[in-house]
């Protein structure tokens, strides 16, 4: 159970979302600056990438580990770490003379970037302050694509580097949380869970590479999670969040439209390589995802007078049209209009399907299922690349 003391003030929703959004902006700008990668580091397009994987996988670790600061330190200790990770990433980024270095560092900026995504959904407490964080990460993601054609111009290495932006945050989040431990039934970190998880979702990411061994891994994985699980009832994956039928369907929804999302986001410019320059592919994606996150933003204020059965249906149409238009449409327009429906769908369900996981949740575990439906949503930002690599190959 991750608590918070009252002694922290709340902490104003703008410091929330320039804490989270820079993950989603650095995120995508790898969408851009992938035949930047082929040519500078010599490597194929499939192998560049996995600059995308290698973040996606980052975000879904610093997910647990971020939970298992919380249990254990305070939010102040996690901000800071998670701070420390960009920082480190980003360096490792810019002084990369490889692409296995390269990886390294994407890996380490998604972890704190992650984890500080968790921190500020954690932070906002309330359904509209959630609501409005998640669409910001929707919303500035959707310029990673032409902040990537744009800044590639001086090198591929400043895109890649936007990360750092989200320490611009850090002093403020930092002086308004808590620096005492929460209460005293604070539970441990449970290592071998997190260690569990970490290992599954890891499998899950690398099964597009190397399906057979990645497989195996999941399935060992998942077994043997499966029985930590029932012996600790308490921990890092606790038997109340997991029996509660609304957390399982929602963590799976937000998982399979986070991933469709992120494959649609990085397989529809390689598509649009042969139609247009990279200048009018950035543009042409920043528009079709800038109208889709608004169009959620105008969508959630409208979902609390709507039908539960209604909203999923939309969200349902918005990923199934952006599946369908780049493998049936004739004219390069549909695909980049893919991305809007892709994003409506994704930031739009996130929040939507975040706030129904707090309120079902049992009031003592609501921020560990807030925490784990948070993986489960970014390891599509792992799957989704690793997906449309497999395509592009």
């Not at 992650?114 to 998640?134: E, N, S």
């Not at 620096?179 to 071998?192: F, H, I, L, W, Y």
């Not at 690398?206 to 308490?234: I, M, N, Y």
């Not at 249906?313 to 004739?330: N, W």
Request: aromatic letters at 6%.
């Amino acid at each position: 159970m991750i608590e918070h003391d009252s002694s922290g003030r709340r902490i104003p929703a703008l410091w929330l979302v320039l804490l989270a959004t820079p993950t989603s902006l650095s995120a995508n700008t790898t969408t851009t600056v992938v035949p930047d990668l082929v040519r500078s580091l010599n490597v194929s397009a499939a192998h560049a990438t996995w600059a995308a994987t290698a973040f996606g996988w980052g975000a879904v670790v610093g997910t647990p580990l971020t939970a298992a600061l919380l249990r254990t330190r305070t939010m102040r200790v996690a901000v800071l770490v998670n701070a420390a990770l960009v920082l480190l990433g980003t360096l490792l980024v810019v002084l990369a003379p490889g692409l296995s270095v390269l990886l390294a560092g994407r890996a380490c900026q998604a972890a704190g970037g992650g984890g500080l995504v968790t921190v500020a959904i954690a932070l906002a407490h309330t359904p509209r302050r959630t609501g409005l964080v998640t669409a910001a990460i929707g919303l500035v993601g959707a310029f990673g694509p032409l902040a990537g054609s744009a800044l590639a111009a001086l090198s591929w290495r400043v895109p890649l580097s936007l990360s750092l932006l989200a320490l611009a945050a850090v002093t403020a989040v930092v002086r308004d949380v808590p620096a005492r431990r929460a209460s005293k039934g604070t539970r441990g970190t449970d290592g071998t869970g997190v260690a569990l998880v970490t290992a599954m979702v890891t499998a899950l990411v690398l099964v597009a590479a190397a399906p057979v061994p990645a497989l195996s891994l999941g399935l060992v994985t998942v077994l043997l999670l499966g029985a930590h699980v029932r012996r600790h009832r308490d921990g890092f994956v606790p038997q109340p969040v997991l029996r509660t039928r609304v957390f399982r369907r929602s963590s799976a929804t937000a998982c399979a439209l986070s991933t469709t999302y992120f494959a649609v986001l990085y397989s529809v410019p390689h598509r649009l390589e042969e139609y247009w320059t990279a200048e009018v592919i950035g543009t042409a994606v920043l528009l079709a995802l800038a109208t889709g996150s608004a169009a959620s933003l105008l969508f959630a204020t409208w979902t609390s007078r709507l039908a539960p059965a209604v909203v999923r249906t939309a969200f349902a149409a918005a990923a199934a049209a952006a599946v369908v238009l780049p493998l049936t449409a004739p004219w390069p327009a549909a695909f980049a209009a893919a991305t809007g429906f892709a994003v409506f769908a994704a930031s739009g369900g996130m929040a939507w399907h975040a706030v129904r996981v707090a309120r079902a949740a049992p009031a003592c575990y609501r921020s560990d299922a807030v925490a784990l439906f948070t993986l489960c949503y970014q390891l599509g930002g792992a799957l989704g690349p690793a997906l449309a690599a497999a395509l592009i190959t």
